[in-house]
């Protein structure tokens, strides 16, 4: 059996004229959330956002992707699996599946090792759902507060997201509309915090008085 790391990227690999056909139908849509979640190279993303047609863009995304390793891979799995990504792109259902099967095969690999290593500890899955009643905020959410960010967004990013300078500059460079730059903040801004990335908690954080975001802006957040 081969170990589990070169499994997900095999399965990526499996499943690449699927996804093309697939994603092709919006792949910036994709290369964007992509790179929020730091899954290409800066290079990389170059490449890829500098592709015009759109099969080509895909696969080369794809490629990126899958010669950055198994941690990318498997990150680009999670990606296409989010309800997000989901509801943009239907024809994706069969990820679900994948990754129920790629979860069973793991499970297995685990416990023969287990068995023949009495003393190797649990293996911890990479990222876990946590499931605490307020759920993370939703990427259209982001999109709308992202709408209403003016010119100040660095130092919104700076000193409510505490978003490093040198992501903001690197997020600047990459995204030439001002709403993406701002979207892509806050998406890396839920990367980073994980389970803690509530819709109350972003509300929170941008009500605060140096922020000066009108509250009717941030009453997305608020809603169901």
């Known amino acids: 059996m081969a170990d589990e790391p070169e499994a997900v990227i095999q399965l990526l690999r499996s499943q690449k004229a699927k996804l093309i056909d697939i994603l ?31 099969s080509e863009k895909v696969t080369d995304l794809l490629d990126h992707v899958i010669q950055r390793g198994p941690e990318a891979a498997q990150g680009l799995l999670e990606l296409l699996s989010e309800p997000d990504l989901q509801e943009a792109f239907p024809l994706l259902d069969f990820i679900m599946d994948l990754k129920v099967n790629a979860e069973s095969s ?21 990222k ?28 919104i990013g700076r000193l409510a997201l505490n978003v490093s300078s040198v992501k903001l500059e ?31 908690q972003l509300h929170f954080l941008l009500s605060q008085e140096d922020c000066a975001l009108p509250p009717e802006s941030l009453v997305i957040l608020l809603e169901d």
């Open 24 to 54: 092709r139908g919006d792949p910036d849509y994709v290369l964007q959330h992509a790179d929020s979640r730091g899954l290409l190279s800066l290079h990389g993303y170059q490449q890829v956002k500098s592709c015009r047609i759109p």
């Open 128 to 155: 876990q759902i946590c499931n605490n009643g307020s759920g993370l905020v939703k990427e259209k959410q982001l999109m709308v507060v992202a709408r209403a960010i003016g010119k100040s967004w660095k130092e």
């Open 170 to 200: 690197q997020i600047e460079m990459d995204h030439v509309l001002h709403v993406e730059r701002v979207f892509a903040m806050l998406l890396y801004w839920r990367t980073c915090q994980k389970e803690k990335a509530t819709a109350a």
């Open 106 to 126: 793991g499970q297995k690999e685990i416990s023969r090792k287990r068995r023949n290593s009495p003393g190797l500890q649990d293996v911890i899955p990479s």
